[in-house]
C-alpha cells in the first residue's frame, strides 16, 4: 500500500514574528520547531494533537502557503520551498488542500459549478466550456452529488455536503496529494463518517496520498495508515497507526487516547491524566517540551530535549521504555506541579530538606 516517499520535510521551523521589525521584543511564537517527516505514496498519514500545537501551520508549509523559517520540503524530488513558475504551478496541482470550515471556504457568490470548475480553468485551460461541464459533474458525481447540483449555491445544502463540494474542488485539479486540515471538525457527528469513508474511498480509487490533520484520535483512528502526535511544534511520536494506538509509548499520546472512548477493552486505568495546559509557543518549556505536564517527568526531562528516535516506531522520551512497564505513578493530582515534583527530586539527590506548605512540597534551596 505505502510505497515510495511522495513528500519530505527535514528539519522545518516555522516561527511567527521572528523577523524582528518594530515589535522585536516580542517573542516569536514557536508554531513549528524542528518537524522531519516522510509520507509515502498512497498511504493515509495522520498528524493528532491539541490545539494551537502547530498542525495546519506544518500543514501550510508543507503546500507553500506559508515560508519555512528554517528546513526544507520536498514533494516528488521538487524542492517546495524554492519552486518558482511552472514548477509551482504544478505542485500547487499536485497538493491540494481540504479545510476545516466548509462554510468559509467557499465563495458564497459561486455556483458549485464555477467553484469546481475554477480550478479547471488554471490547471486543464485546454478544455472547451462543453468539456469542462461534464468534468465538474463527474467530479460531483465522484463525492456523492448530483450533476445538476452544479446550478446551486453553497448556502443550499448541509455542511457535509458542502464539504463534499469542497473535496470536489480539491480533486479538480487531479492532485497526488490532498491535506485535509481537520476536515470534519466541522460537521455533525453523524455526517462524519461519511466525509472519512469518501476520503478513505477517493484515496484507495484514485491512488491519492492523504495527509489528514485531527486534534483527537478518536476521527482518524480507523482512516489511517500511520500516525504522527504532534506537541507544541514538534513530533512526539510516529509510527503505524496500529502500534501507535494500541501500543502508544509517549505519555502525551497514552492521554490523548485516554481522552477518547474506549472501544476495544484497552485499560484506562492505566493512561495517565494530562496535567494543565498547552503551554504557551512563545515561552515553551525547556527540555523535554512535554515536561511540565507529564507524570513520569524526571530532572533530565527538563534540561535535555529528547530526541525523536526508533525505526518504525518513533518515540521522543528519554523515558518511554521504562514507562511502558511501569505503573502511573499515584501523584497527578492537579495541585501538584511539575515543579512542585523537582524539587522533590532536588531534595532527594542533593540532601536538601522539602517543606511541606499547603499540601504542595517545594524544596528549600
Ligand atoms: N499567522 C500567524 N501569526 C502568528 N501566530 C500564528 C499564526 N498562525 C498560527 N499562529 C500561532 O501558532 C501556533 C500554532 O497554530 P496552528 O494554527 O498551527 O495550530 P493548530 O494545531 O492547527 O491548532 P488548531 O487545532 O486550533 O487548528 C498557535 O500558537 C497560533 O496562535
Ligand atoms: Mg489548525
Known amino acids: 500500500m505505502s510505497g515510495d516517499v511522495i513528500l519530505e520535510a527535514v528539519n522545518v521551523v516555522k516561527h511567527f514574528g521572528a523577523n524582528g521589525g518594530w515589535l522585536s521584543n516580542k517573542r516569536p511564537v514557536q508554531a513549528v520547531d524542528g518537524v522531519s517527516v516522510q509520507i509515502r505514496q498512497g498511504e493515509t498519514f495522520a498528524i493528532v494533537g491539541e490545539s494551537g500545537c502547530g498542525k495546519s501551520t506544518l500543514a501550510r508549509v508543507l503546500m507553500r502557503l506559508l515560508e519555512p523559517t528554517e528546513g526544507s520540503v520536498k514533494f516528488d524530488g521538487t524542492d517546495v520551498s524554492h519552486a518558482q513558475g511552472n514548477d509551482l504551478k504544478s505542485l500547487r496541482g499536485d497538493m491540494q488542500f481540504v479545510f476545516q470550515d466548509p462554510f468559509s471556504s467557499l465563495n458564497p457568490r459561486m455556483s458549485v459549478g464555477r467553484l469546481v470548475g475554477e480550478p479547471l480553468e488554471v490547471h486543464a485551460p485546454d478544455l472547451t466550456p462543453q468539456e469542462r461541464r461534464t468534468r465538474v459533474a463527474a467530479l460531483l458525481r465522484k463525492v456523492g452529488l448530483r450533476a445538476e447540483h452544479a446550478d446551486h449555491y453553497p448556502h443550499e445544502f448541509s455542511g457535509g455536503q458542502r464539504q463534499r463540494i469542497g473535496i470536489a474542488r480539491a480533486l479538480a485539479a487531479e492532485p497526488r496529494l490532498i491535506i485535509g486540515d481537520e476536515p470534519v471538525s466541522a460537521l455533525d457527528v453523524s455526517v462524519q463518517a461519511q466525509v472519512i469513508n469518501l476520503l478513505a474511498d477517493l484515496r484507495r480509487d484514485l491512488g491519492l496520498t492523504l495527509v489528514v490533520i485531527a486534534h483527537d484520535l478518536g476521527v482518524i483512528r480507523h482512516m489511517s495508515d500511520r500516525v504522527a502526535v504532534m506537541y507544541l511544534g514538534r513530533f512526539v511520536e510516529v509510527g503505524d497507526a496500529e502500534d501507535v494506538l494500541s501500543r502508544p509509548r509517549h505519555p502525551y499520546t497514552q492521554a490523548l487516547m485516554a481522552a477518547i472512548p474506549m472501544m476495544d477493552g484497552t485499560d484506562r486505568e492505566k493512561a495517565p491524566e ?78 536538601g530538606t522539602v517543606i511541606h506548605n499547603n499540601n504542595s512540597p517545594t524544596a528549600e534551596d
Open 274 to 351: 494530562l496535567l494543565g495546559e498547552l503551554p504557551n509557543p512563545s515561552d515553551p518549556p525547556s527540555g523535554c517540551r512535554f515536561h511540565t505536564r507529564c507524570p513520569y517527568a524526571r530532572p533530565l526531562c527538563q534540561t535535555e530535549s529528547p530526541a525523536l528516535t526508533g525505526e518504525a516506531h518513533q518515540t521522543a522520551c528519554h523515558f518511554w521504555e521504562e514507562i511502558a512497564g511501569a505503573p502511573v505513578p499515584a501523584p497527578t493530582r492537579k495541585s501538584e506541579t511539575a515543579e512542585a515534583r523537582f524539587a522533590l527530586y532536588r531534595a532527594a539527590t542533593t540532601g
